[in-house]
């Protein structure tokens, strides 16, 4: 009630509990399932039994009401629930391929923070790519593409690593419960890039957890997405990185494997699509990870350069990307520069843009 008294245009109405579900997803736009659950858990493969069955209602509700809205999933265990919730609308029909999305933009904006802590510098200047999963064990910080450039330490940069991977696991310690305040903000700009995109503002960037072929024997893994009207428009590969990186990598690609793996064994046990063989043997395939050409390595004029824009950041990582996953829109042969100039200035001036409304 006290929403819907702000004084724009933006109707608010109110539904709760599980009867008034289908009125609340009518004709909507976007759907955005956030936290629900035991607050008080640390581990977050404890909360997957708690909050699935709910995921798996909202799958069947948006199936039936709102199969053509874009649905972002907000909700922890994320490596757990995103698989089965995108195996809920494949089962009622619904291709959510380019859709479908999981918020990891908490896990970027906590490492821009931190990396900006230890530089001492504003955090609005700083870009920590953060690509594979939501959780310790499958978050990868790729330090070595961040912006600003600048020597680390090792034994520093061991510590950052290990900070922005423990992100939430550090906020539980400190304070009893999960997360709440940076993810609620990192849920909202994601949400503001996603509005963005489906109004047809041009080269909206963003992080987020999608499906992809990138990596053998994962179906999803997060990598920066171009987003446009119907979702997504473009994934990007994953870029040169390092050694080091390299074994994060590979690493965290193993976790996800057994992540995904439990989320589809437990949809099958539900009995909600026949029994068959899918990944569930995937540890038998070979690691193997789509990265950039090092001869395409992007390069910025100088005078294109700006040190403020997230978008001209993201372009000089990502942006040679050449590979996509099945069922992205075709793409022409644009160059990075003339495809991502100034991409993601509606994140860095977010406060003074007008975004639309949510459904």
Known sequence: ??????????????????????????????????????????????????????????????????????????????????????????????????????????????????????????????????????????????LSLAKPNCYIPDEVQQQIIKNIKRRDLNIFEAKGCRDSIDKAYGNVRFLTSVLSGLRGDPNIVDFAMTKTDMVNGLEFFSLPVLLGKKGISKRFSIPQI????????????????????????????????PM?????????????????????????????????????RLMQIFGNSRKTAKGNIKEKNNTSSDIFDNSLEALTNMGNKKKSSVS
């Open 1 to 142: 009630i006290d929403v819907s008294a702000i004084n724009t245009n933006c109707k608010v109405k109110a539904f709760l509990g599980r009867d008034q579900l289908n009125s609340a997803l009518k004709d909507v736009d976007v759907v955005i399932i956030g936290d629900e659950g035991n607050e008080k858990a640390g581990n977050q493969e404890s909360l997957f039994p708690v909050v699935v069955d709910k995921i798996i209602s909202y799958g069947n509700a948006i199936s039936k009401t709102a199969p053509n809205a874009v649905v972002i999933l907000a909700a922890a265990p994320l490596n757990f629930l995103l698989p089965v919730l995108e195996k809920v609308l494949d089962v009622n029909g619904v291709d959510m391929r380019n859709k479908i999305f999981g918020s990891t933009a908490v896990d970027n904006i906590c490492a821009n923070s931190i990396l900006a802590n230890y530089l001492k510098i504003d955090p609005k200047f700083v870009t920590v790519p953060v690509i594979g999963g939501s959780s310790e064990g499958t978050r990868v910080p790729i």
């Open 242 to 273: 390092n050694k080091t990186e390299e074994a994060m990598l590979s690493k965290a690609a193993i976790v996800l494997r057994k992540e995904f793996n439990k989320a589809s064994l437990y949809f099958r046990n539900k009995r909600l699509e």
């Open 276 to 312: 068959k063989d899918t990944s569930i043997n995937c540890f038998d395939k070979p690691l193997h990870f789509r990265v950039n050409d090092k001869s395409t390595e992007n390069t910025i004029p100088e005078n294109e350069r700006n040190t403020n824009s997230f978008s001209n």
